[in-house]
């Protein structure tokens, strides 16, 4: 009579452990040596016909009696069900191996021993350290997820950005416009323990006073002419996660008094309501201001100054960093040329010598778009001078020079001075309004009130 069809001889089995890479150890149920396969003799360095029959114990007795109660305790509990399985990383010989402990039971569920397994993972391990290693370097280096800097001007900051990503306490980014404040926001919540919850950015100036409270705190339904229904501010939508409030310094002091609040409290009140409402966020302000002279100016209010300034984390300009920004202006022409569909792009020596000797009023912001500008520009595989705004090659207009005295008072002065940097920063940026009040330091709101008292319209 014939083998019936899908029995497997005992020997096929034997076989099968022996051939193994994995080291296979099989304790019987009453904890002796029943099974050791070629590879786990290799891996522990011992014969097995030393060891089978013996019971597990006998092999630690030159150790401490410590580790003879660990071993049996770990066995009562995978014998017992207590646990289902147990994995632990040893080293022997230089080698790092993962053993994995898994009680046997047989068709009725008595245990009839525990089977040990060892993987060899030295290399595994070996590749994670470098990784590690690697990501390291590169944080140290060049810089922190999309922030590319290895000037000693970046370094602290890289450093200060790594350390306040962990913890939950509040910090005030400082910096000219355009040196990256969002980006390194953006740096801390991908890489702290609410990276899974929303990030909600604000941006202060960009919101009338009058809508401002609403948007940060929400409303109830008739609380003003046309809440027609109830909305969640941004605090809320941000629970959990991170609210970015940038331009803080443009925050009108009524809302200043209630953001140190939510600071102080940890709760919101929405207009028109009357509860309060628990929010859990981790709050990053930015401001291309001196708040502390905001603060003597009385127009900042001092407690909440230091309720913001927990963490101040400071962005060097660009002009100050300038081993930076030939590694910048690379990875923008990577990117840009990647979503233009052309060729990766070097960069012309002239054009290189332009780049550094520029001294960027708008910062990283006017380099990457000044990059994306000759990229789309560009009728070649390389960069040049050519492909580069215009400012790039041109020197930049001096201020006027102060007028003597006589010639007009200090307050015409200033105005004529003002004037001349507002149409200079409107042509640099071609004529776009948001993107030259970020070039002069002020808010597009003050922009527009001095645009219209100069009459440049």
Known sequence: MGKEKGIIE???????????????????????????????????????????????????????????????????ALRSGALPFHIK?????????????????????????TLMISRDITEKERLKE????????????????????????????????????VVDSTILLTGESGTGKELVARAIHQHSLRKDNPMIKVNCAALPDTLLESELFGHERGAFTGAVKERKGKFEQAHG???????????????????????????VERLGGNREIRVDVRIIAATNRDLRREVEGGRFREDLFYRLNVIP??????????????????????????KM??????????AQKALLEYDYPGNVRELENAVERAVALSLGGELRIGDLPSEFTVPRLAPPSPQIAGSGSL???????????????????????????KLLGISRKTLWEKMKQMGIM
């Open 10 to 76: 005992p020997s096929i089995y034997r076989a099968i452990l022996a051939s193994m890479g994995e080291g296979i150890v099989f304790l019987d149920q009453e904890d002796c040596f029943a099974y050791i396969n070629a590879a786990a003799e290799k891996i522990r360095g011992i014969r097995a016909e030393d060891y089978l029959g013996r019971h597990i114990l006998s092999i630690f007795s030159a150790h401490s009696s410590h580790t003879s109660e660990r071993v049996q305790g770990l066995l009562n």
């Open 89 to 113: 990383s040893i080293e022997v010989k230089g080698k790092i191996f993962e053993n994995s402990y898994y009680p046997i039971r047989d068709s009725a569920g008595s245990y009839v021993g």
């Open 130 to 165: 470098e990784n590690t290693a690697l990501r390291e370097q590169v944080l140290s280096e060049f810089g922190c997820c999309d922030l590319i800097g290895k000037s000693d001007a970046m370094l602290p900051v890289f450093q200060i950005i790594s350390a306040a990503a």
């Open 241 to 267: 996660g991170t609210i970015f409030l940038d331009e803080i310094a443009e925050m009108p002091l009524a809302a200043q008094a209630k953001l140190l609040r939510v600071l102080q409290e940890r709760t």
């Open 313 to 338: 984390i400071h962005l060097p300009p660009l002009r100050e960093r300038r081993e930076d920004i030939l590694p910048l202006a690379k990875q923008f022409l990577n990117r840009f040329a990647e």
């Open 341 to 350: 569909h052309k060729p990766v792009m070097g960069i012309a020596t002239e």
């Open 411 to 437: 307050a015409e002065s200033v105005q004529s001075w003002e004037k001349t940097a507002i149409e200079e920063a409107l042509r640099t940026t071609g004529n776009r309004k948001a993107e030259a009040a």
